[in-house]
């Protein structure tokens, strides 16, 4: 049985990273508000409900759980180098 490497957990990582700058592009303290950004720039492009938006934008860590996991993910590559037996090889 392989190990799942997990894109899918990666994936939603990167898509978080992308919200968060989005908010930190669009967002000026005193004039605009959390609710304005969501609906103007986030939720027509990642359709989800305002509360998943305020979890994601008060998830601390992004970038570094981004690469622990692009790290875990590159140490369950197999080796290019190891052939299996069994396979042909074939001729281009």
Known sequence: ???KCGYNRLNHLKQCKIIISIVNANY???YTTYAGIFRTFVEPFYPMHYR???KIINTPGID???AEMEARIDNNKPDDTILD??????PF
């Open 85 to 90: 037996s069994e396979q042909l090889s074939l």
């Open 1 to 3: 049985m392989t190990k």
């Open 52 to 54: 998943t938006f305020m």
């Open 28 to 30: 000026k303290e005193g």
């Open 64 to 66: 570094k759980a981004i």
